[in-house]
Structures are given as structure tokens and as C-alpha cells.
């Protein structure tokens, strides 16, 4: 058969495949009813049969790009994208995740720096006597004075108002630092940057807030004692995740780097995840229970709360053989 | 395809369950740019939008769930806009389905809803470094830009312009274009069927000489004649030679006398013979000029 004969008699499938994908993809749904469907596949297979044989048939190279493209449409109609699994998200939150940040070196290696670096810098700026001006230097003279006049009152509620708005505020801010974190890892010195310097900033502030002569501190520390535990673990979560894909293409091992990073980042994802969950309570309870006027034996409380929560979700669902894998 | 075209070309192949083999354009990052600046504005004018609409169904200043529900909004568009569309679309955002773009897995399988978050969450490794406003004078240190050449860089070191959030999920971006079927293309000349007859009855084009061929119909009606005698030559020359043609006979005539034998007529023995038209005819647009040409 002569090829122009050939494509008389094809060019008919071909117009109706395109003219079925276009339909596809207008529809909100993108479903087909069931005979479409069958007509779909043998369509699809019969231009898959022709662009096999292409050169066999010695089609002109203007019809084997169109069949190519034609071809690659198809394809992308009838494979398509897989959703979310939401089923699965509850196993890999409680029991996939835990059991790997238990024998994690890099999650274990982020929360010895970040606490290194955050205990050095709070001893520095609490401590006048080795670096004087540690804490201005350190934190800057706006924010200080930011600070104080924030707890220069006594907590004592605001309006459930401004707990809703500082709640979206809160989880904006801190999950995208969170993110930034981890995403930062990926390149390593932005990551252990973003890390340190958090550290070191938070460090000061905590420092600086505990020193005898500064009164605000009192109000400070009852603020922050609620949301502490979720939100800085948090924070040393992301850059545990983010160190680890960094490490991951650094130090491939026996895979190659890309492999291996394809395989951490994996991984390293639902890390994140967790750490987003923790920094979404940790905003909660910054917004709505930190700035009260509850007394403080309730604020401390959550944190210790919050405290044994963590440990079980590290701990009991981290041990290596623990009660989840029964259960998972 | 030769590899010689692979390396030069920005295509990739795919192999579907159906063991088909098909090639994809890559997309680089001059047609990305457009697709990510398209999802920008339409980020900012829905954020807009519904900052509007949100005041004015709460009135001005809002209450506290409508400043909570704009910044988590805010939170969830600027880091899983482009994860969620690509998700639950299929592999395309609405930039990216106005450029004819798709996400596909290195292997050129449907991406999945980890693939298609994380590699946006990951847009912020290639917008580093960060520049910020104040090397240019006295701003405030909160005007920070990104410069992006993390994600070039490590577009350009790759074949195919992978950047970093591409990179850790495997996956890549192809173009998807609407294809468009041409005709076969034609031959007017009526001395080309004249032509055909003449050629040997038993000589058989190869597959490559019938790619060259239909290429050679396919774009021979943007030369002029002079050119066409000289892209003509390189195979005509020795195909005369060897049916024992007039030298004279004008090369893109036997072309096209080939290309018409082979594609569009039938074999020339299933045909009922006619007259043999006279040689001469066949030189009207000749080679002979050629001795004049330098």
C-alpha cells in the first residue's frame, strides 16, 4: 500500500483520538462514558501501532511528528496524575515518620546545633560579663526595644479577634520559616544559615529576656512557655529534613547523587509534614492560650503537655519494634 | 532517531506499557518563564479578589476569622498553589496549561501528589541567592528579591533543563503541543509522473533514502531552483548515473519522480504503460546552466 493511501485511510482514527482528547480535556471531570472509553483505548493503541510502523510505512517525518505529538497527548489523558492519598497520610504521620526520626543522624545532628547555638547565645546575652554588648549586637536596638514594649504589660487576654488573625499570622510566618528551613537544606549553607541564625536569634532573646534587671521578662516567659516545645521542635524538625536531603547528594554513599537524592527527599517530605503539623498547634496555642490571662500554672501545663506528647510521638512511636508496629 | 540529532535536539523519549516509543519536547526555561510569570498574576489577582470580596462581605478592616482566612490563603497559594494543580490537573497549573506545558516523571509516567508538592515547595532552593535592596541604597531590610540563578544554573548543567525541585523528585517538564496533520506533500508537475515511469522498475528506495525523499517534497517549494538543483544534486547526480539518464535531466525533477514513485503513485508495471515522453522534455528546467555556475 502506497503511503498516501495509508494515511486516507488512517487520518479518519486520527482526527477522532485528537477530537476524543480535546473533549477530555474540556470536561471538568475529565470522564469519558464507558464506550467512549473502549473506542479511547483502541484509538489510542491503533496511533501507537502506526507510529511503531512508522518507518516501516515510510511516513513523510511531518506525519511522525504529528503522530508523536498525537501519540504524547493521548498518553497523558489516559495516564494521569495520582492524587493525594489521604488514607495512607495518618499511617505515615504516626508510624513511618517517628521510626525514622528516631535513627535520623541529621535530625540528631540539626537539634544538637540548633540547641548548641541557642544555649550559647542565651548564655552570651544573659551573661554581660564575656561579650557586653552581645545582645544588642546580636538582636539589634529596634528589636529590643520591640520587645520590651510588647511585655511591658501583664498578659492579659486580648480580643478573641486578634487571636483569630494572630492565629493565620502564626502559621503563615512560622510554617513558611519552617519550610525555608528545609527547602534551604537542600543547598546546605542556607539551611545551616537559616538554622544557626534562628538559633542564635532566639538564643539572645531568651538571654537578654531572663537578665535580672529587665522587668518585661517575667510576662515573656509566660508567653512563651505554651507554644515553646511544639514550635521549636518543629523548627529542629525542618532543618533535620533539610539537612538530610543536603547530606543525601553530599554524601551519596553506594547510590548515585541524584538517586540518592531522589530517594532521602522521599523521606524527608513527610518529616516536613510532621513539622508542619507541629508548627500549625504551636500557632494555635500561641494565638489562643499564650497571650491569655490564664494563670500560669496552666500555661505551663500545655507545655508540659505538649512536652509529653512529643516524647510519646518520638519515642514510643520511634522505637524501633514499638507498639506501632503492631499497629501499623 | 540518530544520536548525533539526540544530542542536538531537546527531546526526550518515551517507552508507554504499550512498548511504544515516542519522543517529547522538553521544556526550557524561556517557555517556562512565561507559564510561571502567568501563575504569578493569577495568584495575586485571586488573592486580591478574595481580600475584596472578603471585605466586602465583613466590611472594612475585617474581623479577626477574615485577617486568618487571607493569611492562611496567602500561606497555602504561596507554597501549594502549584503542587495542588499539578496534582488534582493533571500535571499542568493554569500557567503552564496556557503555554502548552506539562509535568511529567523522568520516565514520562503521571506525576504523583508528592512529586507535584514537593517539587514547588522546593521553588525556593532555585531562587537563591537572594538579593537584597539594600546593597543598591537605604530601604528597609524586608525588600528581598529572588535572583533565580540557582534554577538557571542547574537548568543549564542538565539535558533536560531539570531545576533543583525537578531534580530531587524526577520529574521534567514537556512541551504539549496541539499537534497539526499535514498533507502528504503534492506533486504538480506532470513530467514528474512522466519521469517515474521511466526509472528502473526494480530498484528500491531504502528507508533512509525515503526519509530524505519526503523531507526534500516536503520543503522543496521554499527554495528557489538554483538552490534546489544544488540541495538535489548530492543525490541526484549518482542516481542519473546510475539508471543511465540524460545527464541533463534536472535533478529536484528526479527527486520528486522518486518521491511520487514511492509515496504517491502505484508501481509502475501495475500502471498501463503509455508513451515514453522524449528525454528533452524531461531537461526543460535543466542542469546545463550548471556549467556557468562558479
Not at chain 1, 247 to 269: F, H, I, K, Q, Y
Not at chain 2, 99 to 119: E, H, K, Y
Not at chain 2, 141 to 166: E, H, K, S, W
Request: net charge positive; charged share 20%.
Amino acid at each position: 500500500m502506497k503511503v498516501v493511501e495509508l494515511l486516507e485511510s488512517r487520518r479518519r482514527h486520527w482526527k477522532t483520538l485528537e477530537q476524543m482528547i480535546d473533549r477530555v480535556q474540556s470536561r471538568r471531570r475529565n470522564r469519558l462514558p464507558p464506550d467512549d472509553l473502549v473506542k479511547f483505548a483502541d484509538l489510542y493503541r491503533a496511533a501507537c501501532a502506526d507510529l511503531a510502523l512508522a518507518d516501516a510505512y515510510q511516513l513523510p517525518p511531518s506525519t511522525t511528528l504529528y503522530l508523536h505529538r498525537l501519540v504524547g497527548r493521548a498518553h497523558n489523558q489516559l495516564y494521569r496524575s495520582h492524587k493525594f492519598d489521604f488514607r495512607l497520610w495518618g499511617k505515615i504521620l504516626l508510624h513511618d515518620v517517628p521510626q525514622s526520626i528516631f535513627r535520623d543522624r541529621c535530625v540528631q545532628l540539626a537539634f544538637c546545633l540548633f540547641w548548641g547555638v541557642f544555649i550559647a547565645s542565651a548564655v552570651l546575652a544573659h551573661q554581660q560579663a564575656l561579650w557586653p554588648d552581645y545582645a544588642q549586637q546580636m538582636l539589634t536596638e529596634p528589636v529590643i526595644s520591640q520587645l520590651e514594649s510588647n511585655f511591658s504589660e501583664p498578659l492579659s487576654g486580648r480580643d478573641p479577634n486578634a487571636d483569630l488573625a494572630m492565629a493565620g499570622f502564626y502559621i503563615r510566618h512560622n510554617t513558611s520559616i519552617g519550610l525555608k528551613c528545609f527547602v534551604g537544606g537542600l543547598l546546605v549553607i542556607p539551611g545551616l544559615f537559616i538554622t544557626v541564625f534562628n538559633a542564635a536569634h532566639l538564643g539572645a532573646a531568651f538571654g537578654y529576656m531572663a537578665r535580672p534587671e529587665v522587668t518585661e521578662g517575667l510576662n515573656f516567659f509566660q508567653f512563651v512557655t505554651a507554644h515553646g516545645p511544639f514550635e521549636l521542635t518543629a523548627i529542629v524538625l525542618s532543618a533535620g529534613a533539610g539537612l538530610r536531603l543536603g547530606v543525601a547528594w553530599l554524601a551519596p554513599g553506594r547510590w548515585g547523587r541524584m538517586a540518592s537524592l531522589r530517594r532521602t527527599a522521599r523521606e524527608a517530605m513527610p518529616l516536613m509534614g510532621a513539622a508542619m503539623c507541629m508548627f500549625f498547634l504551636a500557632a494555635l496555642i500561641e494565638a489562643f492560650v499564650s497571650p491569655s490571662g490564664l494563670p500560669y500554672w496552666f500555661k505551663a501545663l500545655v507545655a508540659i503537655f505538649s512536652s509529653g506528647a512529643l516524647l510519646f510521638y518520638f519515642v514510643v512511636l520511634g522505637l524501633p519494634g514499638g507498639p506501632s508496629r503492631a499497629t501499623g | 532517531m540518530s544520536t548525533a540529532l539526540n544530542q542536538l535536539d531537546t527531546t526526550i523519549q518515551v517507552v508507554t506499557p504499550e512498548n511504544i516509543a515516542f519522543d517529547y519536547r522538553v521544556a526550557g526555561p524561556f517557555r517556562r518563564l512565561p507559564a510561571f510569570l502567568l501563575d504569578l498574576a493569577i495568584r495575586i489577582g485571586a488573592f486580591i479578589l478574595i481580600v475584596f470580596i472578603i471585605n466586602f462581605f465583613t466590611g472594612a478592616g475585617g474581623g479577626g476569622l477574615a485577617v486568618a482566612v487571607i493569611l492562611i490563603g496567602w500561606f497555602v497559594s504561596e507554597w501549594f498553589y502549584g503542587g495542588l494543580f499539578e496534582a488534582y490537573w493533571n500535571g499542568q497549573t493554569p500557567g503552564k496549561r496556557m503555554m502548552g506545558l506539562r509535568v511529567l516523571t523522568t520516565d514520562g509516567q503521571p506525576i504523583n501528589g508528592l512529586q507535584a508538592v514537593m517539587r514547588n515547595v522546593f521553588r525556593t532552593a532555585d531562587m537563591y541567592p537572594m538579593l537584597s535592596l539594600q546593597i543598591l541604597g537605604d530601604v528597609p531590610p524586608a525588600y528581598i528579591f529572588p535572583t533565580f540563578f540557582v534554577g538557571l544554573a542547574v537548568m543549564a548543567c542538565n539535558r533536560r533543563f531539570q531545576r533543583v525541585g525537578d531534580l530531587v523528585c524526577g520529574t521534567l517538564v514537556v512541551i504539549e503541543e496541539k499537534p497539526w496533520l499535514t498533507e502528504v506533500a503534492k506533486v504538480e508537475d506532470p513530467r514528474t509522473a512522466q519521469l517515474a515511469e521511466l526509472l528502473p522498475a526494480d530498484f528500491r528506495v531504502s528507508r533512509s533514502m525515503a526519509q530524505t525523499l519526503s523531507s526534500y517534497a516536503e520543503r522543496r517549494r521554499y527554495f528557489t531552483p538554483a538552490r534546489r538543483r544544488e540541495i538535489a544534486g548530492h543525490l541526484g547526480e549518482p542516481l542519473l548515473r546510475r539508471f543511465g539518464l540524460p545527464a541533463d535531466t534536472s535533478y529536484d525533477l528526479l527527486l520528486c519522480a522518486l518521491y511520487y514513485r514511492t509515496f504517491i503513485s502505484d508501481r509502475p508495471e501495475e500502471s498501463p504503460r503509455r508513451e515514453v515522453p522524449r528525454h528533452h522534455d524531461l531537461a526543460a528546467e535543466s542542469n546545463a546552466s550548471e556549467g556557468s555556475d562558479p
